[in-house]
């Protein structure tokens, strides 16, 4: 079992950037790739990035177009995401995610453990 926590979301202005955190427990963090999903009520999840076990290879949706990084510190057990030049749009519930290496990458479905998600808000 791992547990994932994340923080850093809350209230920002369009154009400001955000560092959230997502921090693990329970089983051996640096076996896992994680990844970053976001949602927002009515809408389905969506993928934003991943990170594989040691972090040499990183995958991001389309419309991250260079604004969000993922990164993980395996000896803190912490995965970060940090994004700048906050949009509106971006407004979401993100969540921090862990999968199996072997899965694929960009599906909900591909992941196994989850948190309970970190509020981000954008203000025009």
């Known amino acids: 079992q791992m547990h994932l926590v994340e923080s850093g979301g809350g209230l920002v202005q369009a154009g400001d950037s955000l560092r959230l955190s997502c921090a693990a427990s329970?089983?051996?963090?640096?076996?896992?790739?994680l990844g970053w999903f976001r949602q927002v009520p009515g809408k389905e999840r969506e993928f934003v990035a991943t990170i594989s076990m040691r972090g040499g290879v990183t995958h991001y949706a389309e419309f991250v177009k260079g604004r969000f990084t993922i990164s993980r510190d395996n000896a803190k057990s912490t995965v970060i995401l940090q994004i700048s030049n906050l949009k509106p749009e971006d407004a979401a519930n993100y969540y921090c995610?862990?999968?199996?290496?072997?899965?694929?990458?960009?599906?909900?479905?591909?992941?196994?453990?989850w948190g309970q998600g970190t509020q981000v808000t954008v203000s025009s």
């Open positions: 995610a862990g999968r199996f290496i072997g899965s694929g990458w960009n599906k909900g479905t591909d992941y196994y453990y």
């Open positions: 329970g089983r051996s963090f640096d076996l896992f790739a």
